[in-house]
Nanobody, 122 residues
């Protein structure tokens, strides 16, 4: 069992930055991949970035490379999503989720946080 709690969302002006946190708990968290996803109103949920806990290997969606970065703090069991140069189209609810293995597709993710709202104003 894995529990995930997101925080760090809020309202920011275009061009600004936010850092989202995903606090994870569970005895076997080191065997999971943690991913960040987002969902805007009326749109499908899409992947943003992921990190494999054991290896630290990361992936960031191509369209977000250079602006978004994912990292983890082993001591705090926390995964971060650093978002820079934010745009109004980044407005969405951001979720973190955990998957066994590589987490290649959304259905692989069995555990989800409650989400945190990010709103980017013009």
């Amino acid at each position: 069992q894995v529990q995930l709690v997101e925080s760090g969302g809020g309202l920011v002006q275009a061009g600004g930055s936010l850092r989202l946190s995903c606090a994870a708990s569970g005895r076997t968290i080191s065997t999971y991949t943690i991913g960040w996803f987002r969902q805007a109103p009326g749109q499908e949920r899409e992947s943003v970035a992921k990190i494999t806990w054991s290896s630290g290997r990361t992936y960031v969606r191509n369209s977000m490379k250079g602006r978004f970065a994912i990292s983890r703090d082993n001591a705090k069991n926390t995964v971060y999503l650093e978002m820079n140069s934010l745009k109004p189209e980044d407005t969405a609810v951001y979720y973190c989720a955990a998957a066994r293995g590589d987490g290649a597709i959304i259905p692989d993710y069995n555990y989800w946080g409650q989400g945190t709202q990010v709103t980017v104003s013009t």
